[in-house]
T-cell receptor
Framework: EAQVTQNPRYLITVTGKKLTVTCSQNMNHEYMSWYRQDPGLGLRQIYYSMNVEVTDKGDVPEGYKVSRKEKRNFPLILESPSPNQTSLYFC????????????FGPGTRLTVT | QKEVEQDPGPLSVPEGAIVSLNCTYSNSAFQYFMWYRQYSRKGPELLMYTYSSGNKEDGRFTAQVDKSSKYISLFIRDSQPSDSATYLCAMSDQTGANNLFFGTGTRLTVIP
């Protein structure tokens, strides 16, 4: 089954404790992206990647890091989480030549206390 | 001014009603127009996609693009409780680049 998986689905952590949210896709997509979704603000892009070893900032990159060492994986790293990073996070992927069709993961609900 | 504006609702309609969801945009270069549906506690999924202007129909769903007014619509006929979800419009001017703009979403509830 073609899918984007994220782990964990739910995470409660404390300020300053480094965490990683994993994202993996099995569709051989070049393009991958991370979004956060907050009430009233919609989806905001954090980082994106056009291909392996090619990453760039989205609209709200502060406090986040990513890496793309393999085509299928695109982990999101929060080195020192803060309460304002409490949000719902989505990973997405698409073929580069049709990136209007994004395939989203199931989401990760993160709470930072 | 945001690239894409969408009324957040919420919108509640009785089962069987015709639903109209709308977005406006400011960038006349947009060529790809999408509607995503997001059920509660799930990721968005692509519902319909239209290239350039005109109408596209898929079952009970019709997507309409009016480029002269910079306005897109999604119509749902004979709405069902299973249509209850948040609907996000999205737009892009080209493929192969990071340039997908989402609306904030309209939350729809269809009451049985």
């Amino acid at each position: 089954e073609a899918q984007v998986t994220q782990n964990p689905r739910y995470l409660i952590t404390v300020t300053g404790k480094k965490l990683t949210v994993t994202c993996s896709q099995n569709m051989n997509h070049e393009y991958m992206s991370w979004y956060r979704q907050d009430p009233g603000l919609g989806l905001r892009q954090i980082y994106y990647s056009m291909n392996v070893e090619v990453t760039d900032k989205g609209d709200v990159p502060e406090g986040y890091k990513v890496s793309r060492k393999e085509k299928r994986n695109f982990p999101l790293i929060l080195e020192s989480p803060s309460p304002n990073q409490t949000s719902l996070y989505f990973c997405a992927s698409s073929p580069l030549d049709s990136n209007y069709e994004q395939y989203f993961g199931p989401g990760t609900r993160l709470t930072v206390t | 001014q945001k690239e894409v504006e969408q009324d957040p609702g919420p919108l509640s309609v009785p089962e069987g009603a015709i639903v109209s969801l709308n977005c406006t945009y400011s960038n006349s270069a947009f060529q790809y127009f999408m509607w995503y549906r997001q059920y509660s506690r799930k990721g968005p999924e692509l519902l319909m996609y239209t290239y350039s202007s005109g109408n596209k129909e898929d079952g009970r769903f019709t997507a309409q693009v009016d480029k002269s007014s910079k306005y897109i619509s999604l119509f749902i006929r004979d709405s069902q409780p299973s249509d209850s979800a948040t609907y996000l419009c999205a737009m892009s001017d080209q493929t192969g680049a990071n340039n997908l703009f989402f609306g904030t979403g309209t939350r729809l509830t269809v009451i049985p």
